[in-house]
């Protein structure tokens, strides 16, 4: 596997982190409706002590072919005047390894991406030694298959994970009305928060919550720019069919 260059705000993400899964999700106002559940539960493991859980799937149609829509999501982290605005919480997104398969043309890509976290309460700060400022490294993993239009991302926090645990898993495909025309987008994201020995369950909650609510603002801008660069592309496209 080719390992790229990484910046130094991305220098202690390892490889190890790459077998991580997730997903994303967005949607458009303009666009049909999306579906969406969100839940709530508890689980225990071997000692006993609660981690809880908040999940969410979504779903939406994009009124743009698959591969439009597939490569304005791939450009979305990159694009510069998403970073200059709706998604001003990315700090860097660097490439750790890409692949293509001779035989079957599917490709894997592996980013990683360093980003903002959402305002923490004072004592995890004081714990994390973080100030105001704690930045969260991502790995993002995604598989490509061009013949199937198919296409997969899953993505987990590489950092923090003793406080909180993200894990993110989408797809796009055609639409199974109008495959040529629209793109199904699913997602599921599920966020775990376990209470350590020196923080109660109450501020435990606090960062499950914000975690969502950050969750939630970064769909809907991530929604805003891969809308924007769809219409980019087919304006494009139009245009070399002139």
């Not at 894997?108 to 309460?121: D, E, F, M, N, T």
């Not at 061009?146 to 987990?156: K, P």
């Not at 909180?164 to 009305?177: L, M, N, T």
Request: charged fraction near 30%.
């Amino acid at each position: 596997m080719r390992i790229y260059s990484s910046s130094p705000v991305l220098r202690h993400t390892s490889r190890r982190y790459v077998s991580s899964r997730s997903s994303l999700r967005l949607r458009s106002s303009h666009q049909l409706p999306s579906r969406s559940r969100l839940s709530r539960r508890f689980s225990t493991p071997a000692r006993g002590q609660s981690i809880m859980v908040i999940s969410y799937t979504q779903e939406h149609v994009y009124r743009h072919p698959w591969h439009r829509v597939t490569a304005a999501a791939w450009r979305k982290f990159t694009d510069p005047a998403a970073r200059a605005a709706p998604l001003s919480h990315i700090l860097d997104v660097q490439t750790l390894s890409r692949d293509v398969d001779a035989r079957s043309g599917r490709l894997r890509a592996v980013r990683a991406i360093a980003g903002r976290a959402p305002p923490l309460p004072f004592l995890l700060r004081r714990l994390l030694s973080a100030g105001d400022a704690v930045v969260v490294l991502c790995v993002e993993r995604t598989d490509v298959d061009g013949a199937a239009r198919d296409m997969r991302v899953v993505s987990r926090n590489a950092n923090l994970r003793g406080i909180v645990d993200v894990e993110e898993r989408c797809s796009y495909a055609p639409h199974p009305e109008r495959p040529d025309e629209w793109t199904l987008f699913r997602q599921e994201t599920s966020i775990r928060c376990a209470p350590l020995a020196a923080v109660a369950a109450r501020v435990a909650e606090m960062v499950e919550r914000r975690c969502a609510e950050r969750f939630a603002q970064n769909a809907a801008s991530g929604r805003d720019v891969v809308e924007r660069i769809c219409e980019d592309l087919a304006e494009l496209d139009s245009l070399r069919q002139r």
